[in-house]
C-alpha cells in the first residue's frame, strides 16, 4: 500500500509533466504562428517580385538560397548521414513536385490576389482527404465528405467560375493544390523510413538543380538593387519559415497545431491590405470563410479520430 507521501510525490510528478507538456504544446503554436506570418511574408515578397524578376529566375533563386542556407546549417551537424536515403528516386519525384507547386505558385500570385490565392491553397488537407479515399482506399467518415464538399463550394465562390472575376489565372492555384496534394501524399510515404532533415535537404536540391535548367534562358540583370534584396527576403522567409515550422512540430502534435495553419489567411488579408491595397469582397469573403471552417473543422476531427494529418502545403 502506498503511503500519502508517495501518492503526493506522484501527483505532483505528473502534474509538473503535464504543465511542461502545455508549455511545449504553447511553444509549438506560437512557433507556428510565427512560421505562417513568414509565409505570408514570403507570398507578398514573391508578388512583388513579379512585377520585375522574371518567375522562373525568382523560383531558381528561392531554391538556391534555401538550399545552401539548409546546406550550411545542416551538413555540419548531420554530416553524412543528411546525405543518406533508402529513395533517391522518390526524393527526385518529391523535389520535383514541390519545384511545379512554388513555380505555379509564382505565377498564381502574379495574377491573384493575395488573401483569395492563400485560402484556395489552404484547401490542400482537403484534396489529400479525397486521395486517401480513392488511391489509398482509407475509409473517410460521411462528416469529412461534408468537409471536403464544404471546401469546394467555398473555392467556386472565390472563384465564381462564368462570372467577370473569373479568368484561366484562377486555374493556377488550383493545379498547385494538386501538386502540392500529391507531394504531400509522398512525404507521408517517405516519413516512415527517411530522416526529415534528408527530405528537406534533397527537396531544396532537387528544386535548384531542375530550376537551373531554364536559368541561362531567363536570367536578366534586374534594374537596382532593391530586387535582389526582395530576392532575399523571399529566400529568408522561405527558409525560417520551414525551419521554425519543423521546430513547432517538434513541440507539438501535427494534429493539434493544424487548425492554426488557417492563421494564414489573416496575414495574407494583413499582408495584401498593407502592400497592394487590395481587400476581399463580401463575396470573396464568404468563400474564404467557407474554406477556413470546413479545414479547422476538418483538423478538428483529425484529433478526435487519433490521425495524424499530413504537413501543410509549402510555397
Not at 512585377?51 to 534555401?66: C, E, H, K, S, T
Request: hydrophobic share 55%.
Amino acid at each position: 500500500m502506498s503511503s500519502p507521501s508517495t501518492t503526493t510525490g506522484g501527483l505532483a510528478q505528473r502534474k509538473l509533466t503535464r504543465d511542461l507538456e502545455s508549455e511545449r504544446i504553447l511553444a509549438g503554436i506560437g512557433l507556428l504562428l510565427v512560421a505562417v506570418a513568414c509565409f505570408a511574408t514570403l507570398d507578398s515578397a514573391t508578388k512583388l517580385s513579379t512585377a520585375g524578376v522574371p518567375i522562373l529566375m525568382g523560383v531558381w533563386f528561392r531554391y538556391a538560397f534555401q538550399a545552401v542556407a539548409t546546406t550550411a546549417v545542416l551538413l555540419p551537424l548531420q554530416g553524412t548521414a543528411l546525405l543518406r536515403t533508402r529513395h533517391p528516386r522518390y526524393q527526385l519525384l518529391r523535389g520535383g513536385l514541390l519545384l511545379a507547386s512554388s513555380t505555379l505558385a509564382f505565377f498564381s500570385l502574379r495574377y491573384m490576389p493575395l488573401a483569395e490565392f492563400t485560402s484556395i491553397v489552404l484547401i490542400a488537407p482537403l484534396v489529400i482527404t479525397l486521395l486517401a479515399a480513392t488511391t489509398l482506399k482509407e475509409q473517410v467518415s460521411p462528416l469529412r465528405w461534408v468537409l471536403v464538399a464544404g471546401g469546394f463550394i467555398g473555392t467556386l465562390v472565390i472563384l465564381r467560375p462564368g462570372g467577370e472575376a473569373f479568368s484561366w489565372a484562377v486555374l493556377l492555384p488550383i493545379g498547385l493544390v494538386l501538386t502540392n496534394a500529391w507531394f504531400q501524399v509522398l512525404t507521408s510515404k517517405l516519413a516512415r523510413t527517411e530522416n526529415p532533415l534528408t527530405m528537406h535537404f534533397y527537396t531544396g536540391w532537387v528544386g535548384t538543380l531542375l530550376a537551373s535548367l531554364a536559368l541561362p534562358f531567363v536570367w536578366t540583370a534586374l534594374p537596382g538593387w532593391h530586387w535582389w534584396a526582395l530576392l532575399c527576403l523571399m529566400g529568408f522567409m522561405g527558409t525560417v519559415g520551414h525551419f521554425i515550422l519543423i521546430l513547432a512540430y517538434q513541440r507539438a502534435p501535427a494534429s493539434t497545431l493544424t487548425p492554426y495553419l488557417y492563421a494564414q489567411i489573416a496575414f495574407a488579408m494583413l499582408g495584401g491590405w498593407l502592400v497592394f491595397s487590395q481587400v476581399p469582397d463580401r463575396v470573396s469573403l464568404i468563400g474564404i470563410s467557407m474554406i477556413a471552417v470546413c479545414g479547422a473543422a476538418g483538423a478538428w476531427l483529425t484529433v478526435r479520430e487519433r490521425r495524424v494529418p499530413i504537413e501543410p502545403a509549402e510555397s
